[in-house]
């Protein structure tokens, strides 16, 4: 690429790459960060030079008329902790930056619009899972279907879909028409395919609908995440992007509702049950419009002025649109100068090559599969399933389900504050365990003698108990966090890989579940994936670092530490010291950090962290 649409090609026209050649004992390798430091790319930079780069920056992109406050906007991103220094701040601007860490909730409406709307499509999702759920007690049987593996098969229909299609095309589709024109594409896939699945006159042609409901999810759920992530500030991202779980969880309670409401209606019944989901693709289609393009992926595409424009609908003043705009682009043109640019394949390839890039495809593995593993899907799919096998009456059993998912939807909603303040890692790690407990012993209650209500009491109990557990810990975090992780170089193929990975593999769950029941029954069905939630827990202890409050560009550091010096600090650092602090309960201080902050990002966080209500444990 070349000319001012290249994005980075050109970051020597405005100083960047020559403080680089005369501070390359101070760079820090974006491959293999050996040291754990994370560093602000403009640290350090006198303020003379900053000045003339921020000048040359402006000219470069036609951005001359906001010069003078770019430069102050460059200052506060250069030292955000001692803001106050800066000259020329008005008092306006100095309590708009006060309050990003006071008030940091106090956000512009914009921003809000957008990722609400947005995660509204996410409803879509939860409520085909639940429309289907109650659609399993009566499709099969009009469809003359007896085969639990086409059952299995025509419930995976839209994971199959979304893991070998729908994700993958989201790379060539955000290449193409941006964000917000790849979820308009998704939406219309998902208004049209559920309707169609409403009229099918046989199990095919249900599945087939099903199959092009899951090109919309696969692009949808690869897409919205990022732009979400791209557009709010590091503070409240994880509270913000995880609205697509607290939306899948409010589609899952709407499906439930909707099974109930419809649920003795007669023969159509399961036909309004998988026909209702189109409702939540209706204002996403109306509306994604009217929400600003993500400023990184303007950028990405070299429109500045574009960025700029879109930043000062979602920042509070001028002053931080101009420190976001300017700081982005000095930490993304490192990044291109470590990553270079790709193609669709090459990007691909390099999932599994870049180091930095590697870390992060594992991370998104780990928790995506983990999603599976724990077994919530299981439930999703199949509540009225087991709750019938449990010995619920047809339509007691959707009011089981219901419980169901009025419990995952109050649930989120504690995530909305915990992920910022506890951290994404840390409400993975307390989630896990107890998932598993509850898990078995919802399995256990499957062997209490029939006759009484003791039976159906203690296997709804333990359900809701796991559900309660699931829903602010690993239901909203493998999205967000996913959507975090990758540089924006390989942002869009690598939520793909995320998103295949987790609804593939909820494909094969899905698939094999009727039949497992068939086989090894409730109990062992429960306790299995029970033992697959410890699993989890000890791949995500070892492979996931913390990304809460770091901004997406300063994760790249963060990525850079290599996996077996990450692996070696939680087993001979960490563990230990938990152990001594939580079990034997001696005052053994702080545990030592793995990661060195540069002075100015570290005050940074500590001023963010002394307004936090609570501090999570250190596992």
Known sequence: MSGPKSGFAHQEQYGLKGYDQENADER??????????????????????????????????GLQDITETVQKGALVAQDPAHFEDVPGLTAYERQALSEEV????????????TVILCSVGAAVQGWDQEGSNGANLSWPTQFNVTNQWIVGLVNAAPYIASACLGAWLSD????????RGT???????????????AVTQNWYQFFITRLLLGIGMGAKASTVPI???????????????????LWTAFGIFLGVSANLAVGRVGDIAWRLQVGSAFIPAVPLILGVYFCPESPRWLMKKGRYAAA???????????????????YVHAQLSIEAAVIGRSNFFQRFVELFTIPRVRRATLASFTVMIAQQMCGINIIAFYSAT??????????????????????????????????????????????FPNMAWSLLAAGFCFWIPE?????????????FIFVAFYSPGEGPVPFTYSAEVFPLSHREVGMAWAVATCLGWSAVLTITFPRMLQVIGPQGSFGLYAAFNVIAFCMIYLWCPETKQRTLEELDYIFAVPTRTHMRYQMSTVLPWWIQRYLFRRNVGPCPELYNFDSNLAEGQQRSSSISHGKGARL
């Open 172 to 179: 060539p589709l955000n290449n193409l028409i941006g964000r």
């Open 386 to 431: 087991i709750f019938v096998e449990s010995g619920f009456t047809p339509y007691k059993a959707l009011w089981a389900s219901f419980g169901f998912g009025l419990t995952n939807f109050l649930f989120a909603f504690p995530a909305v504050w915990t992920i910022d303040t506890f951290g994404r890692r840390t409400l993975l790690l307390f989630t």
């Open 28 to 61: 820090i390798d974006l491959a293999n960060n050996l040291s754990a430091k994370v560093r602000n790319p403009l640290a350090g930079i006198p303020r003379a030079k900053l000045m003339s780069d921020v000048e040359s920056f402006c000219q470069h992109w």
């Open 308 to 326: 700029y424009k879109s930043l000062l609908k979602l920042r509070n003043t001028p002053l931080q649109a101009s420190r976001d705009l300017y």
């Open 183 to 197: 979820i308009m594409f998704a939406a219309i896939f998902c208004f049209f395919s559920v309707i169609g699945s």
């Open 451 to 463: 006759g009484g209500t003791g039976k159906l009491a203690g296997i709804a109990l333990f359900v």
């Open 102 to 113: 006071t008030h940091k909730w106090r956000q512009p409406k914009a921003m809000y619009y």
């Open 227 to 245: 732009y979400c992530a791209e557009n709010v500030p590091a503070a409240v991202r994880g509270g913000l992007v995880m609205c697509w779980q």
